[in-house]
């Protein structure tokens, strides 16, 4: 039993993207595309009289969930690449998620790292440090994120500057991966290392809060050599199944 058991959880939504009015450049609209190329997700362009321009809407069973400035989507993922995160020019606190990116959660994915993809692994890292705003704005509550090797957490600048910060506060950090990194002998960080599927080939973070309000996971499986898939969810009930499987069997 792994956590590839959870992949069958997702009910996998029908949701698409629409952009309203699109004055933006041409090479915007292909990044967009881009981005969701091998997803269960479509993308058109639709032209409304009287309507607001470079509008993205997230339709689902006809109805509009959510809706973002394509600007945001700009600024936050599709004129940015994976080295702001991975050393530390974005800081924490800046990390922004927008409104149609956050309500694809239950949609499977399936992304490719570089040189097959130059966006799509950058899905993966932004909702990481997402989640990972969230656990440190809370200041609550407990955060088990897998690296793989852990190694990273201290190699990645921008990647020790996050659970250093988080480190600095109450949230109950558990990191997990193949042995490589020691926390500081005054850290609170828990490791947890391991040779074994799970730890070799999850990226997960997942946060649960003390009040049972906001909990969230990514869980994402390492298919061939940086080929990703898996999904996030805000479900309380897969959330904590999620958690409490990582608990006992990590």
Do not use: C
């Amino acid at each position: 039993m792994t956590l590839r058991r959870f992949l069958d959880r997702i009910d996998n939504p029908d949701r698409s993207l629409v952009v309203l009015n699109r004055q933006a450049p041409d090479p915007v609209q292909q990044m967009l595309g881009s981005l969701f190329a091998n997803q269960p997700v479509s993308i058109e362009e639709v032209e409304v009289p009287e309507g607001d321009d470079d509008v993205v809407l997230l339709v689902e069973d006809g109805s509009i969930v959510a809706q973002s400035p394509l600007q945001k989507l700009q600024e936050s993922i599709l004129l940015i690449n994976s080295d702001l995160f991975v050393t530390g020019a974005r800081a924490l606190e800046e990390v922004e998620l927008p409104s149609v990116i956050q309500r694809l959660d239950d949609v499977p994915f399936f992304l490719r790292g570089y040189p097959q993809s130059h966006s799509e692994k950058l899905l993966l890292i932004l909702l990481s440090r997402y989640i990972e705003r969230r656990a440190w704005e809370r200041e609550a509550g407990t955060l088990r994120a897998s690296f793989q090797q852990l190694s990273r957490i201290e190699d990645e600048i921008g990647t020790n500057q996050v659970y250093r910060t988080l480190d600095d506060t109450p949230v109950d950090v558990h990191v997990y991966g193949k042995p490589g990194w020691e926390p500081p002998r005054d850290s609170t960080i828990t490791i947890h290392a391991g040779y074994e599927e799970d730890f070799r080939d999850s990226w997960f973070v997942v946060y649960t809060p003390p009040d049972g309000d906001g909990h969230i996971a990514l869980l994402a499986l390492e298919e061939e050599a940086d080929k990703w898939s898996g999904f996030w969810t805000y479900r309380q009930s897969l959330v904590e199944d999620i958690n409490e499987y990582i608990v006992r069997q990590l």
